[in-house]
């Protein structure tokens, strides 16, 4: 790179920094460069307490690391009962994502008992008709029941730390997790305010959810989603492709072939009128994503975001988050004792081609709840989560996105992509609705496969080129345990 490249990035960076700084504010930018530096090595705890003596009494029975969705435990465990603390770095409830659901996702948070009757449906500023998926020189497909709400998540992360203060939570905002030490009957726990210089101070639990994300030193998913992206006001609304209609929401999208290694994509959302979620996305191996990832993809987003739609965009409040993804081709996160728990994205145990954690995460909520409860009463229970059997066939579709073909290749991609989706719409809506929400029996998606390499038999190559053997074998092999599974 040439030293008046090395400039025009540098101000580029710079400038992202500043826009991000001036919609969020510099506790969210703050959050956002912690992100960022925590690609720079794999984390490790920074401080081991003493473990406790058997028989040793816990300050709480839960203590919940991480403040973001995982907040929608606290009042949950409280109202059966236990004693929780809930810590973050930055405040409990802040969001720094939006979230969109569907029906089974509202439902659930219905259900949940942590709000009022009727909180959840004003939660909803937006409903659609339809969604879209649309690739770079090739269709848009349409489908329906699919991401079809657009939550409040400020206003849901706030309405849960309410439900947690009355029900006697302690919140420890601006409090980060140092380690922690387990013995036969609990969990020590050093923590110290997210300052230079704090000093720890102990706690202790019965049981540890490690809920810090992507930020957790167990995190060891080998998929990852840098996303960045906001509220925009400003798009201009209307038909056609570089426009925004308020009663559609745009799934997955794409501009682009490969550029920089990397297939992007972008979604939007509307939310309230006038303002739409915009994101910016791509797949990626977990160990090819460095420190400033995050801010290097806000700098592309804004500089691209006029080839995606039009307007006079004004970013209202920036979202971001590196998301883990599991392939299933590879060791499962793991937490490093029987006390502790890992959750959300952590445990990544969402879809790794869909990314949907917030929908995965709320429809297991009361399941997850159970089992923290088990677990602080026995750290042997086992859990009673199971993983949808459609991740045994997407993980490996999402490896293949982490590593697209460049140069004269650079648009298989979408060439693929576009196949995809067009068998998906064939299939009916069903099918298609049921994959993107996670749903899809396996029988379904083997024929979805069978049916795409039957359209673009290049396939093969494709994922010959991008897998090594052994997990293609570890593919096949989770494919035909569920289809034995599904008889």
Known sequence: ??????????????????????????????????????????????????PPDRGAAADFDVVVAGGGLSLLLAPMLASAGLRVAVLDRARIGAAHREWNAGTAEVAALEASGIFAPGEVARLVVARYVEGLCRWHGGGTYPVRGVLDHAIDAGGLLAAARARA??????????????????????????VAEARPGAAPRGLSARLLVDARGAASPYATADLVCPTVGGVLAGLAEGDGARRIRPDVGEILATTEDVEEGRQHLWEAFPGRPGETTVYLFYYARSGDVGPGALLSLYARFFRLLSRYKEGDARLVRPTFGLIPGWSRLSPAPRAPGRRVRLVGDAAARHSPLTFCGFGANVRE??????????????????????DAPVHSGTGALAALMARPAGGARAGEMNALLNTAFAVLHAMGDDAY????????????????LRETAARRPEVYREVVGALPLRAIGRWGAGLARELYRAR
């Open 365 to 386: 909520l009361a399941t997850t709840a159970a089992d923290l409860a088990r677990a602080a009463a026995d750290p042997r229970a086992p859990s009673a989560a199971r």
């Open 1 to 50: 790179m040439s030293a008046g490249a090395g400039g025009a990035a540098a101000r580029e960076l710079d400038a992202a920094r500043a826009r991000v700084r001036e919609a969020g504010g510099e506790a969210l930018l703050a959050r956002l460069e912690h992100l960022d530096a925590a690609r720079a090595e794999p984390s490790r705890p920074a401080a081991a307490p003493r």
């Open 165 to 190: 203060e009355a029900l006697g939570v302690t919140l420890l905002d601006g409090h980060a997790l140092l380690g922690h030490a387990e013995g036969p009957d609990a969990v020590a726990l050093a």
């Open 433 to 448: 609705a049921a994959l993107l929400r996670d749903e899809m029996q396996a029988a379904d998606f083997v024929r979805f």
